[in-house]
Structure formats: C-alpha cells, structure tokens
C-alpha cells in the first residue's frame, strides 16, 4: 500500500466524483488547485454537466477514455461503495476519499481489488504538505 503523499507523487489523472462547478465549493477549490499542480483532472458527476473549470465532464468513471490513477470521492459515504465498484471496474490504481468520508466497505472493495485506499483526506492538504514540487 502507497501513502498518500506517494500515491500523488505517481499520480497523473485524477478522476473527480463529485467535481462541482460551483466556485464555493470545496471540490471546485480542490480540483483548480490540482489542475494548477499539473495534474489531468477529469471532473465526474453522476447527475452531469457541461463543464468545471474548463474541463469536460463525464457522468461515470467508464465513459474516460484514458487510464486513471486515483478516483477522487466528493460524495456522501452512501455513495462510495457504488463508486468504489466503478473505481475497479474501470482500472484505477487508487480509491481517495475526501475529508470526512469514510466508508468501510468501500475501503473493503478497493482492498479486495487490490487498490491503494485513503479516506478522510483532503488531496491538496496532502499535497501541500508533503510535497514540495508540482507533477
């Protein structure tokens, strides 16, 4: 299992559940400072949209058309299983649930598949502290 700081280190796509186009929003917050670190994140919402921050979104994670590194989860801890299920089907190599997400059996699902899993953390707080320098 890769830690955290590890898993952005590898990391090149991020798939955003949850990704909102909304500017107050922590995920819009999180998203932009990640897109500006260098990394390709892809925005993913269940009940779609057109865009975040100028990136196209997808409504789940089989409709990206590249390999995907972490699947990053803005959603409710309801949610997350389903999401987890997607997250192995579609091949990513990390499960990453945001700051005050924390799910047992999603954790059990990526970990079954043998996907390296964080919850209840926020990736740019990660990234500010424990890296020094953008992908």
């Not at 909304?22 to 897109?35: A, E, Q, T, W």
């Not at 994140?41 to 058309?65: F, H, N, Y």
């Not at 190599?93 to 005050?100: H, N, R, V, Y």
């Amino acid at each position: 299992m890769l830690t955290p700081a590890e898993i952005l280190r590898e990391a090149k796509t991020i798939a955003m559940v949850g990704a909102s186009p909304k500017r107050d929003r922590p995920s819009n917050g999180v998203m932009r400072y990640l897109l500006d670190q260098g990394y390709d994140v892809i925005p993913v919402r269940p009940d779609g949209c057109d865009e975040v921050l100028g990136v196209p979104c997808v409504r789940t994670l089989a409709e990206i058309d590249r390999p995907i590194d972490v699947v990053d989860l803005f959603r409710r801890p309801e949610f997350t299983p389903a999401h987890a299920h997607e997250a192995v089907a579609a091949g990513a190599a990390a499960l990453w649930l945001q700051l005050g997400i924390v799910s047992t059996e999603a954790r059990r699902i990526a970990e079954d598949a043998g996907l390296d899993y964080v919850e209840d953390a926020c990736m740019a707080v990660v990234h500010r502290r424990d890296m020094s320098e953008p992908v």
